[in-house]
């Protein structure tokens, strides 16, 4: 696509529920990262994947936090029982390569989610 | 692990030029960001530059690197209320690694 396309782009859920995040890169690009922005927090580094293998996931909070992407393009972030500490911000991105002159990342507007 | 600093915020008056200023602590960046964040919306790529550069220049966007300080910073001239955001300072380190990010600052155009 024309630009990285994150979905749903809001969604509220109740504290123990499951939720699915979905990113759609930009077509050709390799490296597809997430990161989560909280109310005044900057953006925290959750987990990149280059194709479809994840080389760090150091920053995923804890394990009710996993991901994972399937035939090197979308992928969806998963959060198990939510708790209202999730509430956040999340935002995809990606870029042509990781490594390398000239990497630019395009971020998506982000999947804004309230656990209440 | 790495890390990038920034204030939080930033007030001017419209006219007038904006320094947004951040620190780094990785030795071994590459590249280095400025994105801009208006509200409601996702990150939107301003420009950047390579450590081997101390300057850089876009438009009313002038960026400056002081690599032995690890000092970068943003100056956008003429600023407008339409530059009101949050803007990021970003490292890359070489290698396969994501983008640090720093905590953004808020910068307020006043009319």
């Known amino acids: 696509g024309a630009g990285v396309s994150q979905s749903p782009s809001n969604k509220v859920t109740e504290k123990g529920k499951d939720v699915e995040l979905r990113c759609d890169p930009i077509?050709?690009?390799?490296?597809l990262y997430w990161y989560r922005q909280s109310l005044g927090q900057g953006l925290e580094f959750l987990i990149y994947f280059q194709g479809n293998s994840a080389p760090d996931k150091s920053g995923l909070p804890s394990d009710r936090f996993s991901a994972e992407r399937t035939g090197g393009s979308v992928s969806t972030l998963t959060i198990q029982r939510t708790q209202q500490e999730d509430s956040a911000v999340y935002l995809c991105?990606?870029?042509?390569?990781?490594?390398?002159?000239?990497?630019?990342?395009?971020f998506g507007e982000g999947s804004w989610l309230t656990v209440v | 692990g790495e890390d990038v600093e920034q204030s939080l915020f930033l007030s001017v008056r419209e006219g007038d030029s904006s320094v947004i200023n951040c620190t780094y602590t990785d030795s071994s960046s590459t590249y280095l960001y400025w994105y801009k964040q208006e509200p409601g919306a996702g990150l939107q790529l301003l420009t950047y530059?390579?450590?081997?550069?101390d300057m850089k220049q876009d438009q009313r966007l002038t960026v400056l690197l002081n690599k032995k300080d690890k000092h970068l910073s943003l100056r956008i001239a003429d600023t407008q209320t339409g530059d009101s955001a949050i803007y990021f300072c970003?490292?890359?380190?070489?290698?396969?690694?994501?983008?640090?990010f720093g905590k953004g600052t808020r910068l307020s155009v006043i009319a």
């Open positions: 991105a990606s870029s042509l390569i990781t490594g390398g002159p000239g990497n630019t990342i395009y």
């Open positions: 970003a490292e890359k380190s070489a290698g396969n690694t994501p983008l640090v």
């Open positions: 077509s050709g690009h390799t490296a």
């Open positions: 530059i390579f450590s081997n550069m």
